[in-house]
């Protein structure tokens, strides 16, 4: 009877609490349904708190969506340009990797008016991109035809060098806080590699981080304490590892093709996370404030 008793207690009381914690990490929408094309990419929040996003009511735009989750058009971009991903770096200047021109643009902080960084048509998309050490830029470089892909390097003298070639389908791409790893994922092989990063902004030390039996991979974003959260293409999840690749959790979200994540909100602890099959951004509470946040606001 006292062994039933104490069940009874701990399912009446400790379930509930259990399901509460779990439903913290599930996904709520954050901005209407399809205001953005399938194109959504590439999130990031400025030092204000406002979230920008690409392809907002049409292809070659960014989007600019305020604290109540309203969008309207920001800017949009040349004629013949269409953004991936975006990041800001530590002085507030926006850059928009352009994966239909070859380009990444600059936006200096305050300005609406986009600024070829670098050109190159050798690169076969410049899909996402990460700021690491000294304002160094990481750039993904997907072929999807050919299930390849190539890693680059952006100098502060904006100089491009091509860090690798001949890899998987290099998708999502992230810097750990303390600016000495990088991650990048292959989404077709559905694989992440990490790297250490060097003091000139080169990579060694080349070592398989995390690999999957199924689903995609596309944006990556790291934590205040350097947890890796992974959008899951057609999973409709993202999953949260550990600096040491162990899995943390696993967040359910409402659509199945989330294409990249931010932080932002209330102290950097709410993710945003484009989804390509309903054209609009969900979020969720994060274990921790995200990396980017922490570095601009302690």
């Known amino acids: 009877m006292k062994f039933l008793i104490k069940s009874f207690l701990f399912l009446f009381f400790i379930s509930p609490l259990c399901s509460c914690k779990e439903k913290e990490l599930r996904s709520e929408d954050f901005t209407e ?21 690409v392809n907002f009511n049409k292809e070659g735009t960014i989007g ?10 920001f800017i949009s971009l040349p004629e013949g340009s269409i953004g991936n991903g975006i990041r800001f770096d530590l002085n507030g200047n926006m ?5 239909l021109g070859h380009k990444v643009y600059r936006i200096k902080k305050g300005s609406r008016t986009p600024e070829i960084w670098v050109q190159d048509s050798t690169m076969n998309q410049p899909n996402d991109l990460a700021i690491g050490p000294a304002g160094v830029i990481y ?3 997907p072929n999807w035809a050919e299930s390849t892909g ?11 060098l091509l860090l690798e070639e001949g890899m998987g389908t290099t998708n999502g791409i992230e810097v750990s806080p303390d600016n000495t790893t990088l991650y990048v994922n292959e989404s077709v092989q559905r694989v992440i590699w990490q790297y250490d990063i ?4 080169r990579l060694s030390n080349k070592k398989e981080f995390v690999s999957f039996t199924d689903f995609g991979l596309d944006g990556m974003r790291c934590d205040k304490q350097g ?22 959790k696993e967040v359910t979200l409402k659509g199945k093709k989330p294409s990249n994540i931010t932080f932002g909100g209330e102290k950097g602890l709410n993710c945003y996370v484009t989804m390509a099959d309903r054209g609009c951004l969900e ?15 302690y």
């Open 33 to 53: 349904e399809f205001a953005f094309t399938a194109g959504i990419e590439g999130p990031a929040v400025d030092e204000n708190g406002d979230l920008f996003a």
């Open 95 to 99: 850059f928009i990797a352009d994966y």
């Open 139 to 141: 750039l993904s470089d």
């Open 198 to 201: 060097e003091e000139n902004g």
């Open 227 to 248: 947890n890796l959260y992974v959008t899951r293409y057609d999973k409709g999840t993202v999953a949260i590892f550990s600096p040491e690749g162990k899995l943390i």
């Open 64 to 73: 600019k969506v305020n604290k109540a989750g309203e969008a309207e058009i």
């Open 283 to 297: 979020t969720f509470v994060a274990l921790n404030p995200g990396s980017y946040y922490s570095k601009i606001h």
């Open 150 to 160: 190539n890693l680059w390097m952006v100098t502060p003298e904006r100089e491009l």
